[in-house]
């Protein structure tokens, strides 16, 4: 079993920035990906970038593709969501799932980010 711990959201104003963070901990495990996914009002859960913990670079979905840049830090089973240039259409709750081998996926418990003047 592995925990999942987030951190960042908050509220910002159109065209800013956040940090959401998002770290993995446990025993004896052996991360496989990790991602971070957006929830929006009454609407499914809807994937945003993801790393898989054996390549070298990161996968994005198409609307925040050259926004949005996810980072990680091996030695520390954390990645980093940067985005800048938010726009309203972006305000949701944010959630880190990470899979690990032998388990479906775990979830934090999620981050609010809300863009608005």
């Known amino acids: 079993q592995v925990q999942v711990e987030e951190s960042g959201g908050g509220l910002v104003q159109p065209g800013g920035s956040l940090r959401l963070s998002c770290t993995a901990s446990?025993?004896?495990?052996?991360?496989?990906?990790m991602a971070w996914y957006r929830q929006f009002p009454g609407k499914e859960r809807e994937f945003v970038a993801q790393f898989d913990w054996a390549g070298t670079s990161p996968t994005y979905a198409r609307p925040v593709k050259g926004r949005f840049t996810l980072s990680r830090d091996g030695t520390k089973n954390t990645v980093h969501l940067q985005m800048n240039n938010l726009s309203p259409e972006d305000t949701a709750v944010y959630y880190c799932g990470v899979v690990i081998i032998g388990a479906n996926t775990s979830w934090g418990q999620g981050t609010q980010v809300t863009v608005s003047s």
């Open positions: 446990g025993s004896n495990f052996r991360l496989l990906t």
